[in-house]
């Protein structure tokens, strides 16, 4: 059991460049996020997705891009890549519910680097 | 406006010592409140959550509503605790979307 996944683990971008961070889960969780980290920051959530085909802004939707074509998978693409973008993405899952019903708790993958210089 | 507020964002202590790291959050609703740990070089992951009551590691947090605290406490601190601690705001309970986080803080157990 992988849990999440995402690739890549750093990136060097440049200015006006675009990308696609890619996510994958195996726990067949209905939610996934998208959070960045900057530094002495804490997470701030930057997409979400309740479930396929359905995805909503989070505190710090500009400059990103999310879908949710199937529920294993909820890439985020950063279209024209800004300093301001250089940060630790962290890509995360849950279920609506712990299934014990006492939260719900979240896992995240490993995060991604990435310096837009 | 949910907020959580970790003061201190870095925090050393000597092995052996007792350790607590704060956290205040604004919520208007019933909130639920979790730790979340990320050792180096490793994922954030789930600490603890106030619902469940329960002591991992050695670690505990109450939920106190008339502070406004969820602070996380450790009676003997262990080298292996160093880590960054992050206290999360959950909104409604099955909302995952309204979960906020603090800024983090680092702690460094001593030799």
């Known amino acids: 059991n992988a849990g999440v996944t995402q690739t890549p683990k750093f990136r060097i971008l440049k200015i006006g460049q675009s990308m696609t961070l890619q996510c994958t889960q195996d726990?067949?969780?209905?939610?996934m996020y998208w959070y960045r980290q900057d530094p002495g920051m804490g997470l701030k959530l930057i997409y979400y997705?309740?479930?396929?085909?359905?995805?909503d802004k989070g505190e710090v939707p500009n400059g990103y891009n999310v879908s949710r074509s199937t529920t294993e998978d909820f890439p985020l693409r950063l279209e024209l890549a800004a300093p301001s973008q250089t940060s630790v993405y962290f890509c995360?899952?849950?279920?609506?519910?712990?299934?014990?019903?006492?939260?719900?708790?979240?896992?995240f993958g490993e995060g991604s680097w990435l310096t837009v210089v | 406006a949910q907020r959580v507020t970790q003061p201190e964002k870095l925090l050393s202590v000597f092995k052996g010592a007792p350790v607590e790291l704060k956290c205040n959050y604004s919520?208007?609703?019933?909130?639920?409140l979790f730790w979340y740990v990320q050792y180096s070089r490793q994922r954030l992951q789930l600490l603890l959550r106030?619902?469940s009551r329960e002591s991992i590691k050695g670690f505990t947090a109450d939920l106190n509503k008339g502070e406004t605290s969820f602070h996380l406490k450790k009676p003997f601190a262990q080298e292996e605790d160093s880590a960054m601690y992050y206290c999360a705001l959950g909104g409604l309970s099955g909302s995952a979307r309204q979960l906020t986080f603090g800024s983090g803080t680092q702690l460094t157990v001593l030799p």
């Open positions: 995360a899952s849950s279920y609506p519910h712990d299934r014990r019903g006492s939260g719900n708790t979240i896992y």
């Open positions: 726990m067949n969780h209905n939610y």
């Open positions: 106030h619902i």
């Open positions: 997705s309740v479930g396929a085909g359905i995805t």
């Open positions: 919520y208007s609703g019933s909130p639920e």
